[in-house]
């Protein structure tokens, strides 16, 4: 099992970034999914869940309105469209396979949201 | 929203001591608790699942217990690599999906 997240990177107040996360090493479209965040010297916060086929998502209040999480089941991959970001958002971005318990994690991206 | 609450904050300890992290839930989470450890720069990894259920691949020194608010992790007996943090996870009243602040076992 391999997750790798990637298109993290600097963005200013207010922008967008898009991440991606490619699985391999299991059925991708078998495994409900999620995206978890770490902030500088913090703790590990939930972000957003996905269904196994898209059709349930769940947001952490503080991502609501501004985040979508997405999947392509053809493309074994999961999404997160991250809108009018703030400076709370900077943080390791992972994705996690499971539907409330994570058992394999990704490397993390780093959003740094930045003037 | 269920709050996890962890303590201690910070673990000292030696190799080969035993190690004893609480985590404690503002309301009855039943067994739905998980435990996961993350090292720096690392993915973090499950070690525990419906509060004493080890992981695939999990060393046996790792072993959880508890129900309703008060769950325990217990190393036996700590190896160089279990130095790290520890997180609690509840699932029972989701979204959200909430974890603890962390305990950071040190050497």
């Known amino acids: 099992v391999q997750l790798v997240e990637s298109g993290g990177g600097l963005v200013q107040p207010g922008g967008s970034l898009r991440l991606s996360c490619s699985a391999s090493g299991f059925t991708f479209n078998t495994y409900s999914m999620n995206w978890v965040r770490q902030a500088p010297g913090k703790g590990l916060e939930w972000v957003s869940f996905?269904?196994?086929?898209?059709?349930?998502?769940y947001y952490a209040d503080s991502v609501k309105g501004r985040f979508t999480i997405s999947r392509d089941n053809a493309k074994d991959s999961l999404y997160l469209e991250m809108n009018n970001l703030r400076d709370d958002d900077t943080a390791v971005y992972y994705c996690a396979r499971g539907s409330t318990w994570f058992d394999y994690w990704g490397q993390g991206t780093l959003v740094t949201v930045s003037s | 929203e269920i709050v996890l609450t962890q303590s201690p904050v910070t673990l000292s300890l030696s190799p080969g001591e035993r190690a004893t992290l609480s985590c404690r839930a503002s309301q009855s989470v039943d067994s739905y608790l998980a435990w996961y450890q993350h090292k720096p720069g690392q993915a973090p990894r499950l070690l525990i699942y419906?509060?004493?259920n080890r992981a695939s691949g999990i060393p046996a020194r790792f072993s959880g217990s508890g129900s309703g608010t008060d769950f325990t992790l217990t190393i036996s007996s700590l190896e160089p690599e279990d130095f790290a943090v520890y997180y609690c996870q509840q699932r029972r009243d989701w979204p959200p999906l909430t974890f603890g602040g962390g305990t950071k076992v040190e050497i």
């Open positions: 996905i269904s196994r086929v898209p059709g349930t998502k």
């Open positions: 419906d509060a004493s």
